[in-house]
């Protein structure tokens, strides 16, 4: 295991943050490449103890020379994150100094390439047929292209130092959790059902789809690529998209050694179905609920402040109309006597709930995924 810690100076005088990179298995360019990461989002802490398991899983692996792969692993990928207290509460979704979500607004490599050349240089160099040929120019391409990006702040840097190890993976896999839920998977639906084994071994109660969610987040960079280049070299052997997908992990609550050693053991049988890590074969994990849009998840807000006193559970199967809360008034004539209920407006079932039971308007009371599209579910589709 090779360790790397890659200083980046911070905006303030005398300040300066450490990234963790951790290399295993051969160190061969011609083998596949799998990055993981762990706390994008700071505050979302059980991806950071699944990758200490499988960090010593995949370790032991490559002792036994059973490593097939190169591994990037970066464990607390958000080290800026992960530095921000308030009041002695741990602010690691924004930074702090600019609103900016962590996850949101990341590179949308097609147009950095359109913009300093590249889609022209491709252009003059892909082949109709050879994708092979054609996926090493391209990765060429989004490296020179992130060479020319010139980072300003300290989050810039660290994204881009990120980034250029993402880039060329064949596997990108974005450890996340969410308030209280079921472990679910965010991916785009060109990747599916090849990915199906994924979200079996995660245990997804719900994969759901979104080409383009609106925010620009980490996992949507990867295949966002190749399958923009697909539509734009329709004449060209352009290969399949990298698997890339964010794993919600449960809650933020769920930080637990047992469970996310179990998380971290179904990752490794999840790699060794692909053929990523030798040794005994595995046996087949329980089929996951098939892929659904996410434009059909219902995320139900608040409409005025108060306390949430909830009807449902996760995974309940819920209707239209159902009462999934009752909101106890807190100001008013009627405060601390009304409830007012809040319901469902789609029928599914229940994949998120929230721990902290105080709610202000437009926060989420919970996520209900159902099948069909809700109409008012266009354009950006995650939480802020
Ligand atoms: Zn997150």
Redesign the pocket.
Known sequence: MKRTEIKIAGDSPGTSYYLTCLKIGPDDRALPKIFIQAG??AG?QPGMLILHHLLAMLNSADQSDSLTARFVIFPMVNPIGMGQFCLHHHQGRYNLPTGINF?RGWFDLFSMLSRNGGLAHLAATLLPDDAAHNTNIIRQAVSNALDNYKPITALDVQRLQVAREAFDSDIVLDL??DDAALNHIFIVPQLLPAAQDLSDWVGAAATLTAEDSGGGSFDEVWPGLWIKLARHFSDHAIAPPPLAATLEYRGYCDVDDQMNRQDAENLMSFLKGRGYVGGETVAMPVPAPLPLPFAATEVVIADQPGLLAYHVGLGDVVAAGDVLADLIILDGPNAFVERHPVRAGTDGFILSLRCIKYVRPGDTVAKVVGKTPLAHRTGYLLEM
């Open positions: 994008l989002h979302e996850n996340h959790c």
